[in-house]
């Protein structure tokens, strides 16, 4: 594929380093002089120091031969006017814009509908697809609270099966167990995923040994996902006092969901009001403006403008008392710097947003419970919209090493009335979750589970191997 991508910064540069691995023809932009010198000495493809919202740039670069423009500039109006002039004269080129603004995307929702028997209308502004990535990240953090935030979590779309990312401890019931041992003592429906250990991360066989500070991926039912955590360990407490450091875009997403009595919640409501005399919900920021909005909004929490950094502020609210902290202002760096300060100091369990899976491990090396990359949740999602309509979803996890993707089966698979048993490949890919049309329910397959056209598949494989995979998969016998 030929792709337009404009801004350069991380996440532009790391879309177009993954894109360029994919053997496609990467064209990057960005007006600042300084950033494309850096980019140019790093990525193998064409970087232009030019406005990416001009039309002449954009024919430069090859716009009437692009089969995608990937808007990630700083403004949401620049992508969506750019995308929009895009689609009045090149309709054929899929456009993707990250829009910060969740009013924009609620807008865009709304008039995106299809009426059958009728022509099909274009998306608002032109846009294929919009990416809001503050959405994603207060998902991510709200998933891992549920589970105690002890580990990542990651959740598919319309299936009660969750996979998380966990520790195994020193003497817990699955240190120096077998893979295969596994179910002579675990009862509930599982599946070792993925296992880590300081060399690498692979997909374990029957025969894998599963060692004290190896992390494993565990798939299992949201419900049962307490019993794997005691089972590797793991302590989980009870999250009473919880405190919140940013009021922005996604602060405000994270609060509304926790914060459940408020009617205008933008995201799912995971929590039951937090208002019972044991429970404590505090709001953190620095910032006048939004201090001022949170306290309108969310009167049974209590808000502070201060700055997080403060000795004195730390010491007078007592936040080393606090069970949960969640770092999730915009300043990435300070985040996870904070997180580690607090850990340090006491705090029960801490979450904080990074720029990458890179900042990550960092974080997690310093003592951080959660890391929540932002940057990597929008490569996965823009990535998830270029591969095509039999993929729906893509999710990179254990750092990057591995990929799981979301993909229905065409009608042309040459492994259409196949066994799960005849496919397979182990160390290459694993199906982890089927489902039958639409009115099923996801289930972990069975070596005897056949394929049909249209199921929805799960499936986990070396990164590397993606695309060999889908290849596999998707591919007419000859």
């Not at 509930?188 to 894998?208: D, H, I, Q, R």
């Amino acid at each position: 594929m030929k792709i337009i991508i404009i801004g350069a910064g991380l996440t532009g540069t790391e879309l177009a380093k993954k894109l360029i691995t994919e053997k496609n023809n990467v064209v990057l932009i960005d007006n600042n002089e300084e950033t494309v010198r850096h980019v140019s000495n790093r990525l193998d493809c064409m970087v232009l120091h030019a406005d990416g919202n001009s039309l002449e740039t954009l024919e430069e670069a090859g716009i009437a031969k692009a089969d995608a423009l990937i808007m990630l500039t700083n403004s949401d109006e620049v992508n969506m006017i750019t995308c929009s002039l895009v689609e009045a004269l090149y309709p054929d080129v899929i456009k993707i814009a990250r829009v910060r603004n969740y009013d924009y995307h609620i807008k865009a929702k709304k008039n995106t509908k299809y009426k059958p028997m009728e022509k099909e209308t274009r998306p608002l502004y032109g846009i294929d697809h919009m990416v809001y990535p503050d959405k994603e990240a207060a998902m991510a953090i709200l998933r891992a609270i549920e589970h105690g935030a002890v580990t990542d979590v990651l959740s598919f779309e319309d299936s009660e099966y969750e996979i998380m990312r966990v520790e195994v401890e020193k003497d817990s019931c699955l240190d120096g167990k077998k893979v295969q041992d596994l179910r002579s003592f675990i009862e509930k429906p599982f599946l070792l995923v993925y296992l880590e250990n300081k060399a690498e991360a692979f997909l374990p066989t029957g025969s894998t040994v599963i060692q004290a500070e190896n992390y494993i991926g565990i798939l299992a039912k949201k419900q049962h996902m307490k019993h794997f955590l005691e089972l590797c360990g793991s302590q989980v407490i009870e999250l009473n006092k919880i405190a919140l450091v940013g009021a922005g875009h996604i602060g405000t997403l994270i609060a509304d969901s926790m914060l459940s009595h408020h009617r205008t919640a933008r995201i799912p409501k995971f929590f039951n009001s937090i208002h019972k005399s044991k429970q404590k919900f505090i709001i953190i920021d620095k910032d006048a403006q939004r201090i001022k909005a949170a306290a309108e909004r969310y009167p049974s929490a209590d808000v502070f403008k201060a700055d997080i950094t403060d000795e004195d502020f730390i010491q007078e609210e007592k936040l080393s008392s606090y069970d949960l902290m969640i770092c999730a202002t915009h300043n990435h760096e300070k985040n996870i710097v904070i997180s580690a300060y607090l850990k340090s100091l006491g705090v029960g369990k801490t979450i904080c947003l990074v720029p990458s899976t890179s900042f990550a491990e960092i974080a997690r090396h310093i003592g951080v419970d959660v890391t929540v990359p932002i940057k990597d949740t929008v490569v996965d999602t823009i990535i998830g919209h270029l591969r095509g309509k039999s993929i729906t979803g893509v999710h990179t996890v254990s750092d990057g090493d591995l990929e799981i993707i979301e993909y229905v089966l065409p009608d042309d698979s040459r492994l259409i009335g196949k066994a799960i048993k005849d496919i397979a490949e182990p160390g290459s890919f694993l199906v982890l979750l089927i489902k039958k049309g639409e009115e099923s329910e996801y289930f972990i397959p069975e070596g005897n589970t056949v394929l049909n056209s249209g199921d929805n598949l799960v499936i986990i494989s070396n990164i590397e191997e993606t695309a060999k995979v889908v290849e596999f998969f998707g591919g007419s016998e000859e």
